[in-house]
């Protein structure tokens, strides 16, 4: 598995708890970038490649799974690769994979290099599975952040022909809401690794008020990230619905008569998706 991603709290989050599970094999992580969002000191994909690098080493897991900046900027156009190193580990990795058995590739930010990869070598589309978060909701479309930051990443993966599976905001806003008291109870019996991801959370919601006020609750923020983590632990249930095309304004179409499908997520164990974070952290604790 590798995992395209941003920076963030719930980014943060969701690789800890990726890299905590060792019945996930993560080989590798690529950075990226905020688009529009100036969240990211330039260039983007390397400032975040230095959160990853942090949380990898705090949960003690630093040397496991290489990290490589990719793309600081969205795709120009559906045709135009953003080719970089993190580009090049996607396609090398995934060379011994199938349609038997895929890699999956989490985008739990813009998706731009695993579309650069499928660019370069559209039968990357036959080895991967991708799992993401993103989208408003069903059927509309839209989005905030992740797809916002590359629209035309999201229109080349949603037009390959790979397996794709999409946790949307509306879903993650309501079921993965995260409070500070709740954050520091599952990272308690951590030790610094606990309180490491605590003290993250705690300072994303304490810097990001505008945010959470926004969201209908200024004292908690979602955790959206962690509905990729969530669905690989079997923690997910889906739908499988035809797959819409993305208009440029981020609206989804609905042609008639489509052959592929999208797995659209509807619910999260969220209880379960707790505990085994908590769980995780504590054995980590022990060794």
Known sequence: MTTDCGVGADDQWALAHVALSAELDLRGVVTTHSGEFPLLAAPAAESSARVARDVLAQMGLA???PVW???STPLRSKTEP???PGVEFILRESRVYGSGRRMAVVVIGAATDVASAL???????????IIAMGFNRWPEGGDAFNVRND????????ESG???????????TRQLRMTRERAKEIGSGGGGRGRYLADLFVRWVDESTGLAELLGDRHSLPLWDQVAVAHLLGLTRAEVRPRPRLRDDLSFEHPAGVAANVTWITSIDTEK???????????AAQR
């Open 63 to 65: 040397p496991a799974a």
């Open 69 to 71: 900046a990719g793309s």
């Open 82 to 84: 953003r080719g970089n």
């Open 119 to 129: 660019i370069i070598d559209p039968s990357l589309a036959s080895r991967v599975e």
């Open 151 to 158: 629209p035309k990443a999201w229109q080349v993966v949603l």
């Open 162 to 172: 790979a397996p794709v599976t999409v946790g949307d905001a509306e879903v993650t």
């Open 273 to 283: 998706l707790w505990r085994d974070l908590s769980a995780k952290l504590a054995a």
